[in-house]
Each structure stands twice: as C-alpha cells, then as structure tokens.
C-alpha cells in the first residue's frame, strides 16, 4: 500500500513538472512547447507567453517580473522538459488498473477497457460484446473526428451570425452620429428660415422662404430611421466627405519628391511633376463632373452663429442653405427669440448634441468613422478628432474586413480642389496589400494620408503608371521604407502591364518597398514583378490625376478602408 502511494505522489510531482501552469497542459512537441523565461527561470508553454506577449507588457505570470527580452518566438525549446513530458504521457494510463497488464480489448456491453486477465476472468461471458482494443479506438476516432467537423461548421456558422449581428450595432451607432449632426444643421436652418420670415417685407422672400423650407423638411426626412440596405455602393461612392478639411498650407512642408532608380520591372522613366506659376483658369479642368459631387465633411461647431456658412451633410447629400434676403435683417435680434437645438433632455439631464464618434488605435490615435455610399468607411488614424461620445477600437474593427481581399479608398486633391475617390481591392493574402492596407489605416504609425504622387512613367505610351508611395513620416520628413518584412517579388507574382492594377515599384529592396504604381494603360506581353491589388471605381479620378500632374502635385488627402458592414 505504502509503494502505491508513494507510486501516485511521484507521478502526481512529474505531471506538475510537465505542466503549463497557465493552461494547464502537458507539454507537447510542436503544440504547447515549453520554454523558459531568461531572467527569473520559470517555464510555460509558448502559446501562452505569446498571448500574454500580444496583450502588451509581458510580465511572468508566476513571479510577476517584466520581461524585456527577445519576442517569444525567438526563445528555444526546453527538449529536456519536453522529453520528459513525452515520457509521462507514455508511461501514464496505458495499462490496467488491476492487473497492470496492456489494455487491448473493449467490452460494448460493460463500456470498459480490458487487459487480457479481465477478459478471462468477468468477460468471457454470454452477453458480453468484446473487440480488439483497436477496432474500438479506430470507430472512435470516425465518430469523434465527425463530430468534431460538424462543430467546427457550427461554431464557424455562429461566428459569422455574431459578426454579422456586431456590424450591424456599429453601422446603427455611427449612423445614429450621421444623422444627429444632419438633425443640428437643420436647426440652424429652420432659425435662419424663421429669421428672414419674420422680416420678411414683399412676396419674393415669402416664396424664397417657402422653397428653402420645402428643401429642407425633404432633406430632413431623408435621414429619417429607415432601411437602406437597397442603397448601392455606387450611390455615394465617388463624394469625398473630407475634401473641404484639406489645409493647402499644410502641404508647404512637403519635400519634392524625386524619381526612384531604375530596377528590373520597374517603370522608373517618370516625368517628375514641377510646379509652374500657370493660372488655374489655363489648367484643362477634366474632372469638373467628379469634383462637382465632392461633398465636404460637416464639422459642427457648437459655438458658431446664426450667420455661419451652409455646410453639407455627412451623408454626402446636397448642400442645404438657408439664404438672408435682407443681411441686415437678423442685426441685433437676440437668439434668445427662436428655439435653439441643445440636444435631447432626458431625466439624468441633456445628452450632448451632436454626437460623435471615432475609430481609436494604438497609442490613442484617432480616425474617422463614416457611413457613405451606403457603407462603413473606416479613415486612416492620426487626425485630430474632436473628444467623441463613442470610440471603437481598431483592432474590433479590422475583424469586420474580409480577411481574402479588402477594399480602401485614396481621395486625391489638386491645388485645394477634390479630385473625387479612387477605391481599390487587395489580394489580401500577399503580406505586400497587408503593407499597403497597413498604410492606407495607419495602424503601424505612418499612413499615406497627405503623401504625394510624384510622377508618371511611360506618359502617353503603353504602360504608363502613376507612381506614388513616399508617406510622411513623424518628423515632417518623406520615406519609403517597409514598414514589416519579407514582402514579395517576382516568382508566383509576376502579372502582365494591365489597366487598373497596383503594384509594387521597388526591385525588391525593404528601403523601397511603400513604392507602388497603378497601371493606368495595357501594355500586352511586359509584366510587373508584384501585383497586389487592382482599382475597382476611379480610374477617371487617376486619369485626372496623371493631367494634373504636368503643371501642380496631386496629395492623396484622405484614405482608409471600407467595412464589411451592412446598412442600418
């Protein structure tokens, strides 16, 4: 008795050798390796730290010390503990209990392992279903690997339900801020309107008066809460909400940007954009149908008078404006005399009006979130959003984008003038569009937002590209250097000169790899040696872009990337 209890202790101290004590398994090759942590000793399975590893700051979890070494993955294999743990799981729970012999049979009836003494002694009996203990384990394995595949189905099913039903909440919110900041304008408009009919002194202000309030209740009826799944991509999807936010002043720092060298591949002949003293009215103006539907964010200003500029909804709808017939006509009335919107009074007091709301990311930088075209439009973090009433992080968001392919939008703008929107799917498997999406939100820091296209290859000809990919770093200072590693080039990647695609323009080299260019002509039987995505709406807005290019810079004024969200 006394070697059987000592028996369990010791296989009771092995387990606990060879055991994660975060998890709670085994050690396993491959799996659940252990490894140790340099600067207190102790040991878990790498799975673990890594998680822990992810979540920020890593402190061990036995001791507490803050490890500052090499990442996770680079820590070696303790094989000494890890063969330890191979041994135990062999040597625990393979014989019989009672007669320590190989467990090789299975009896249906009794739903019990058998060795061969059990079999002879209780189970060679009339009634009792024995087979071989690997019949048993190979019907076993059938059922429980079904089993398993249907789960998995299940849990995937549930998983897109979920979400399904999470991407509707955050299209509800941001709507809900949409709509509330549409709701504030009207207001301000109705007290212009009520301002000009109050004075008004002869039949041409009543009817101007009349016809601005007819717009302005068919424009606050259409954010109105309602269904608009049926609304298209298309509806909305070339109106820039961010064109008037683009100070011309902020430019001015930009450094000129300068032709990359030639590389195999690479369409590096570009005409290097020069500013020239040309007046604008001699600039062909061939986006004027574009630029005409540029629909400017709307900033709410709770401070602003009843004299502030007409401003355009967020919902890319027409500009609605309330005229002053007579400008004098509303000098010295105090505001006090018509009703204003301070929001929604509820018993715990008034909520703030209009709401906002942002995406925020690492180290609290913020970004726009906008429902446009009937879709979710997440912009580049780094602006400077006013403090919102609802923040979403990033990293939930990014959940919401396919993981094959996923579609972001650059808004190109000349001399302070909106081009119009360009969007673009990328092959979301190449690490090459994770760098490019990665630029195109700013989550490792830099983004294209403000960065400049500085050139056109092959103008004219074949192939021609435009080229682009120098973002501006922290320091005011332009760079193209990779923001991670191992991107690729040539090999399985190589695509013939098409219409539409994007690329990477770099031969190559880490140094270079933010290049890309866009394809803007056919070039039948030369290639690129990395193409990652292609422009899906836009290519006017880029042929604008290439004309522009000959007399003043084209800036990417805004970007981002576009949600897997449905419509409220």
């Known amino acids: 008795m006394a070697n059987n209890t000592k028996s369990v202790l010791v296989s009771a101290r092995m387990e606990e050798e060879v055991t994660c004590v975060v998890c709670s398994e085994l050690y396993t090759r491959g799996s659940r390796e252990p490894v140790v942590l340099p600067l207190c000793g102790h040991t878990f399975c790498r799975p673990c730290l890594c998680n822990l590893e992810n979540t920020g700051r890593l402190s061990c979890p036995t001791c507490r010390q803050t490890y500052a070494g090499p990442p996770v993955d680079k820590l070696p294999t303790v094989f000494a503990l890890l063969s330890l743990s191979e041994h135990f799981r062999k040597s625990e729970g393979h014989g019989c209990q009672r007669h320590g012999s190989p467990v090789e049979f299975w009896c249906r009836s009794c739903q019990l392992p058998l060795c061969g003494h059990c079999l002879l002694d209780e189970h060679v009996k009339d009634g009792h279903r024995v087979v071989r203990g690997t019949d048993f384990i190979a019907e076993q394995k059938e059922q429980i690997l079904s089993e398993c595949t249907m789960l998995i189905q299940d849990i995937s099913n549930r998983k897109g339900q979920c979400v399904n039903r999470f991407s509707e909440w955050i299209a509800q919110i941001i709507a809900g801020v ?186 609290g930088r913020r970004g726009k979130l906008r429902w446009e075209g009937g879709r979710l439009h997440m912009y580049a973090l780094g602006e400077e959003i006013e403090e919102p009433h609802f923040m979403v992080q990033m990293s939930v968001l990014q959940y919401l984008v396919p993981e094959d392919y996923q579609e972001v939008f650059l808004v190109l703008e000349t001399d302070g003038r909106c081009l119009g929107r360009v969007y673009i799917r990328l092959w979301g498997r190449i690490r090459r569009a994770q760098h490019f999406l990665a630029l195109c939100l700013g989550s490792l820091g830099p983004s294209y937002r403000k960065s400049v296209f500085h050139g056109v290859a092959k103008r004219g000809a074949p192939g021609e590209t435009l080229a682009g990919g120098k973002y501006l770093t922290p320091e005011g200072l332009t760079s193209v250097q990779a923001l991670t590693g191992h991107l690729e080039w040539g090999g399985g990647y190589i695509k013939e000169k098409q219409r539409g695609l994007v690329v990477g323009a770099n031969a190559g080299k880490p140094e270079l790899d933010a290049f890309f260019h866009i394809c803007m002509k056919d070039q039948p039987g030369r290639r690129f040696a990395c193409a990652f995505g292609e422009v899906i709406q836009g290519m006017e807005v880029l042929h604008a872009a290439v004309t522009h290019l000959r007399n003043s810079d084209v800036t990417i004024s805004d970007v981002g990337v576009v949600l897997a969200s449905t419509a409220p």
């Not at 609605?320 to 000098?331: C, E, F, G, K, N």
């Open 178 to 363: 949409e709509e509330s900041a549409v709701l504030w304008n009207s207001t301000q408009n109705v007290q212009n309107i009520m301002n000009d009919v109050a004075d008004a002194t002869n039949i041409e202000s009543i009817l101007v008066s009349s016809s601005m309030l007819g717009s302005l209740k068919e424009e606050v009826m259409k954010v109105a809460p309602r269904d608009t799944r049926s609304r298209t991509a298309s509806d909305c999807s070339l109106r820039c909400s961010s064109c008037s936010e683009m100070d011309s002043a902020s430019l001015l720092g930009l450094l000129r940007q300068e032709s990359s060298p030639d590389v195999e591949y690479q369409e590096t002949e570009f005409e290097e954009t020069e500013q020239t003293n040309a007046p604008e009215e001699n600039i062909p103006n061939l986006t004027a149908s574009v630029s005409d539907v540029a629909v400017p964010e709307d900033k709410t200003d709770s401070s602003s008078s009843d004299s502030s500029p007409p401003r355009q909804d967020s919902l890319g709808n027409a500009p609605l404006v309330a005229r002053q017939v007579s400008s004098s006509s509303s000098i010295g009335r105090e505001t006090s005399q018509t009703p204003r919107d301070a929001g929604v009074t509820t018993l715990f007091g008034t909520v703030p009006w209009p709401l906002r709301c942002c995406v925020v990311g690492p180290g």
